[in-house]
Every structure is written in C-alpha cells, then in structure tokens.
C-alpha cells in the first residue's frame, strides 16, 4: 500500500512539473509573429528558421512524453505479469 501511494505521488508530481513548465509558452504566439514579420520585412529571414525549428520541438515533446511513459508502463506490467506468473 505504501508503495503504490509513493508511485501515485510520483506519477502526479511529474505530471504536474509538465505541466507547470508548459505554462510559459502559451502567450507566445502574437509576439513571434509579430518579429518575424517586423523582420521578413527588414530583409532577415533568419529568424523565420530558429521559429520553424522551436515549432519542431513543440510539436515533438508531448509524443516524446507519451513514448517514454508508455514504455515504462509497458515494462512495469511485463514484470508485474512475469511476478505473477512466478506465484
């Protein structure tokens, strides 16, 4: 019972930090377009890359989680199944 207390408690506070680490990004959007118009227009279309890359790797991070949570789960089962088996 303690154990699986502490793993809930673990499970919802890395949720949480998730979470509390995405709410930075949400007000972003209007201000980025904003200076990558303001430079397109000036002639630098560099920035337009590093914001293509950004959208990449907002786009990549919640399958990444979702993978890396999956196959923790995956094999957590596989060894409960295998304890089980064992009994």
Do not use: H
């Not at 949480?16 to 972003?28: D, E, H, I, R, Y």
């Not at 630098?44 to 590093?50: K, L, P």
């Amino acid at each position: 019972m303690k154990n699986t207390l502490r793993k809930i408690f673990q499970y919802s506070f890395l949720a949480f930090a998730f979470l509390l680490v995405q709410t930075n990004s949400f007000a972003q959007c209007a201000m980025c377009r904003a200076s990558v118009e303001n430079n397109v227009s000036n002639g630098d279309t560099s920035i337009g890359a590093g914001l293509n890359n950004g959208i990449l790797y907002l786009f990549i991070m919640p399958y990444l989680m979702a993978a890396v949570i999956g196959f923790f789960w995956y094999r957590a089962a596989k060894k409960k199944k295998a304890k089980l088996a064992i009994r």
